[in-house]
């Protein structure tokens, strides 16, 4: 797979794994580790959220 930006990588991982694509299936089809589509999941759960401390 060409390389791409991150921005258009984690786009088209929030968009396969919405999709219905395993986590693994993400990790082999973009040949990221598994700490990157862990990363995105964790970014997108938290959109829109506010954290007070």
């Known amino acids: 797979m060409p390389q791409m930006p ?3 990588l984690y786009a088209a991982i ?3 794994h919405r999709g219905g ?3 693994r299936e993400l990790e082999r089809k973009y040949g990221v580790t598994w700490r990157t ?6 970014i997108e759960r ?3 959220l506010f ?3």
Not at 37 to 42: L, Y
């Open 6 to 8: 991150k921005v258009e």
């Open 37 to 42: 589509v862990r990363a995105r999941d964790r």
């Open 21 to 23: 694509m395993s986590m």
């Open 51 to 53: 954290l007070r401390w």
């Open 46 to 48: 938290t959109e829109g």
């Open 14 to 16: 929030r968009r396969d």
